[in-house]
């Protein structure tokens, strides 16, 4: 029912920039806290940035001052734009939502899309 749909993802040099999107769909009442989460291969998942409905936001330590997040509550979207990527941006980035939905009975519930994969190399 609820499905988060992601985009942007691909091959970059170091020092290049990529801008991921994700967008909610399906029948829900409200988007609230968002994120960015990225896993490596045989690592784990990891935080990357989250940010509040109302626009509060968290970075982790290794991409501050390069990465930022942003969302658009109109269209239930959410985005990271990623700067002076380096080699250890590479991963799989997911998107996370916090949604209120009536399989939950308007509970909120978090989902995640299906990853895009970020590849850092010369």
């Known amino acids: 029912q609820v499905q988060l749909v992601e985009s942007g993802g691909g091959l970059v040099q170091p020092g290049g920039s990529l801008r991921l999107s994700c967008a909610v769909s399906?029948?829900?009442?409200?988007?609230?806290?968002m994120g960015w989460y990225r896993q490596a291969p045989g690592e784990q998942r990891d935080i990357v940035a989250r940010?509040?409905?109302?626009?509060?936001?968290n970075y982790a330590d290794s991409v501050k001052g390069r990465f930022t997040i942003s969302r658009d509550n109109a269209n239930n979207a959410v985005y990271l734009q990623m700067n002076s990527l380096k080699p250890e941006d590479t991963g799989d980035y997911y998107c996370?939502?916090?949604?209120?939905?009536?399989?939950?009975?308007?509970?909120?519930?978090?989902?995640w899309g299906q990853g895009t994969q970020v590849t850092v190399s010369s």
């Open positions: 996370s939502a916090d949604v209120a939905s009536p399989s939950t009975g308007w509970a909120t519930r978090n989902y």
């Open positions: 399906g029948m829900f009442f409200r988007v609230n806290s």
């Open positions: 940010i509040g409905r109302e626009g509060s936001t």
